[in-house]
């Protein structure tokens, strides 16, 4: 299946550069380029891709902005971020926008192909040094003294359930499609119907809730371990 990719950066040497890497690569399709993050919005209407690469720097309204808004397109293209920044703030912010993927702008072609192909099926991929900080960050929080299901969680089937700790647990959707031997559509639908009941945003608030609510545990259950970071860049989607 062929990859459709929005390039959003203001710098045209950059936008121009990323296209030229991108159409060497046979299954991605660059459908177009933009420096204007209200365009970008108008391109993703009328062209549909399915992965937007963007800075964070855009004219008109900001990357961070940008993210927000196509989440709340009826059907929003994943995103992976391109920036030159790694703060924390950025990296925070980026996932709560509800970014799919982070790269620095030190990545490889080749880490670059990678994220987009992983945001196209629904994972989610972090740069190395990102990833790695994530997992020290996680490891130092005090283990919860007690989980406690909130109201919401109880209203979860017992498939929405399984497909929630799944996700939680690190798997993408192809991968509990194939677990659970049904559609990724189907899941996909699952995982709408839970964000709808538990009132989350995105991924990333599912799988903190997850935690929280006690329907999967942390110190059994860990949100990435060795294996993903090093096979994945930590794909926790």
């Known amino acids: 299946m062929t990859i459709r990719v929005l390039i959003c950066d203001q710098l045209p040497v950059i936008a121009d550069g990323l296209k030229t890497i991108l159409d060497a ?63 924390d703030k950025t990296v925070s912010d980026v996932l709560h926008a509800g970014a799919s993927c982070l790269l620095g702008k030190d990545a490889s072609p080749q880490e670059l192909i990678t994220a987009i192909q992983a945001a196209a099926a629904g994972q989610t991929m972090l740069a190395p040094n990102i990833a790695q900080r994530l997992v020290t960050w996680f490891r130092a929080q005090p283990e919860p003294q007690e989980a406690v299901m909130c109201p919401e969680v109880t209203e979860l089937t017992p498939r929405e359930r399984e497909v929630t700790r799944m996700v939680a647990r690190g798997m993408s959707t192809e991968e509990v499609a194939r677990e659970l031997i049904i559609g990724e559509a189907t899941v996909r639908t699952h995982l709408y119907r839970v964000r709808t ?8 608030e599912l799988v903190s809730l997850a935690y929280r609510t006690g329907l999967i545990h ?19 989607s």
């Open 25 to 87: 690569v046979p299954d991605i399709d660059v459908i177009g380029t933009t420096h204007n993050g209200m365009e970008a919005i108008v391109l993703v209407r009328t062209t549909r891709p399915d992965v937007v690469v963007t800075d964070l720097n855009l004219q008109t309204i900001s990357g961070i902005e940008l993210i927000r808004r196509l989440g709340k397109e009826d059907e929003p293209p994943n995103v992976v971020v391109f920036t030159a920044s790694d703060a």
């Open 197 to 204: 009941k538990l009132g989350v945003r995105d991924r990333a």
């Open 218 to 236: 942390s110190a059994g259950e860990p949100l990435a371990d060795e294996r993903l970071v090093h096979q994945r860049g930590l794909r926790a």
